[in-house]
Each structure stands twice: as structure tokens, then as C-alpha cells.
């Protein structure tokens, strides 16, 4: 478990971010910017649905509160039962990935357009004052030039690290870019069939980041990310080229 907490900030990081179905067989490892509020209401609620439980979300914050929702996380299992499923074949284990640079991106939309705890919590860490503004080629900069900036908070962490990627041997991959026929495809192998899709773009359209910071990235500040997250675009790569050749 040591090896895995090591990605993370600290265990209660590590267990916020697992989620676990003993019921279904699967092991879903959360990346925030890559449709993770959809995917955790879509597996939380199809879980609940099928185990004949009600699960209803009034606000976002309901669905990334642990204890609104079904899936348990490994601390809640125990450590040897969570390490049994991560190397039992019938154990499906997914995550979802998507282009690095648009994730910082939107994550900086999404955490820096605003006085967010994200942001107050990153000045402090810098030494700026809690409510300082950041454009995004200053933030790509600062996380590009630093690794515990880079890895300081989940939304722009190395994804490589947020999936625990050297340690995990995902059996299906996802991707932001096709979100709704990834999940589909998951939950095909998972429950033998389709299911439905909690889109929580639609369900609470605040959710969404705002802004156009892509716009305003440099294409210095761009090959910046690139370099900063160059595990990020290789594991993308590899992982598209693999789903590719699989639907070819």
C-alpha cells in the first residue's frame, strides 16, 4: 500500500481517489479533468440501482462525498482484500486518461478562474499571497519548472501518478475525448450490458470550466506542459495506439 500512497499527498488522498465495487469485480481509479464527476455518478448510481439502493444527487459535492455514495474505497475493505483484486484477473480495473495539455488546462480554467481552495492553497505554497491571480502561461510555467508543483494537487498531477500507472495493470483504459462509448465499454465487461449515462455537464451546467485559457496558452508555455508531462503524453499515446489497434 506504501507504494501506492507514494502519488499521493497522503493515505486519505489515496483512498478519496480509489473506488472499489466488491459486488461487481471492478476497480475504478478517479482522474480529475477526465469527465470524473460523470463517471463517478454513472458508476455510483448504476451500483446502487443494481443492488436496489436509491441514490440521488442534489449537488455536485454529493458526488465526490465518499460516504453519499456505493463504491467503497481500500481503506474500507482492507488492504489485503484491495491488494487480492488488484491482481485478480476477474477483477476489471479502469481509468480514463485525456490529452495532457488539454487537462492542465482545464484544470487551470476550472481551479484558477476563481479565489478556489485549489488556488489560495497553491499561492501559499509558493510564498504569494492567498488570493493572488495567475494567468495560465505563469501557471504553466511554475508547474512545468517544478515537480512538486506539477504533482501538488490531483487536477494537474502527473496522470501517470493519479492512476498509480507503474503499479496497476488496467484491463480497460478510457478517455475523456470519448467518455460516453468508453463507458459503455466498461460496462459491458462489468455488468454484460449497457447502461445509463449520468452526464453531470447536463445534470449541473456550473460544473463546466469556463474561460479561453486554451487560447491564451503560448507556444512556449505549451511545449513547457509538454516536456513537464512527457510521461503523461506517452502513456496517452500508448493507450490510444492500444485502443485503436483493438477496434481496428
Keep these: 500500500m506504501a507504494l501506492f500512497v507514494r502519488n499521493f499527498r497522503n493515505l486519505q488522498e489515496f483512498n478519496y ?26 458508476l455510483n448510481m448504476e451500483c446502487a440501482r443494481r443492488l436496489g439502493l436509491e441514490l440521488r444527487y442534489a449537488t455536485t459535492n454529493q458526488i465526490h462525498a465518499r460516504r453519499h455514495n456505493v463504491l467503497k474505497t481500500p481503506g474500507q475493505i482492507g488492504l489485503r482484500r484491495f491488494m487480492a483484486m488488484l491482481t485478480d484477473p476477474a477483477v476489471v480495473r479502469f481509468c480514463v486518461l485525456r490529452e495532457p495539455v488539454n487537462r492542465v488546462v482545464s484544470a487551470f480554467s476550472n481551479k484558477f478562474g476563481w479565489n478556489s481552495p485549489q488556488r489560495q492553497r497553491f499561492n501559499v505554497f509558493v510564498g504569494r499571497p492567498a488570493g493572488s491571480v495567475w494567468t495560465v502561461n505563469e501557471f504553466a510555467e511554475a508547474i512545468a519548472s517544478d515537480m512538486a508543483l506539477r504533482d501538488f494537487d490531483e487536477h494537474w498531477r502527473l496522470q501517470f501518478r493519479q492512476v498509480c500507472g507503474a503499479l496497476v495493470d488496467f484491463t480497460t483504459i478510457g478517455f475523456q475525448e470519448t467518455l460516453d462509448a468508453d463507458l459503455q465499454s466498461f460496462a459491458r465487461s462489468v455488468f454484460g450490458t449497457s447502461i445509463d449515462i449520468c452526464d453531470v455537464r447536463q445534470l449541473f451546467p456550473k460544473n463546466r470550466s469556463g474561460g479561453d485559457a486554451m487560447a491564451q496558452l503560448s507556444p512556449r508555455s505549451r511545449q513547457l506542459l509538454l516536456t513537464a508531462y512527457a510521461d503523461d503524453a506517452e502513456f496517452y499515446r500508448r493507450e490510444w495506439a492500444r485502443k485503436a489497434a483493438s477496434s481496428s
Excluded at 17 to 42: L, Q, Y
Design 17 to 42: 481517489t480509489v473506488h472499489v465495487s466488491e459486488e461487481f469485480n471492478f476497480i475504478f481509479f478517479n482522474n480529475p479533468k477526465c469527465g470524473c464527476s460523470t463517471t463517478k455518478a454513472t
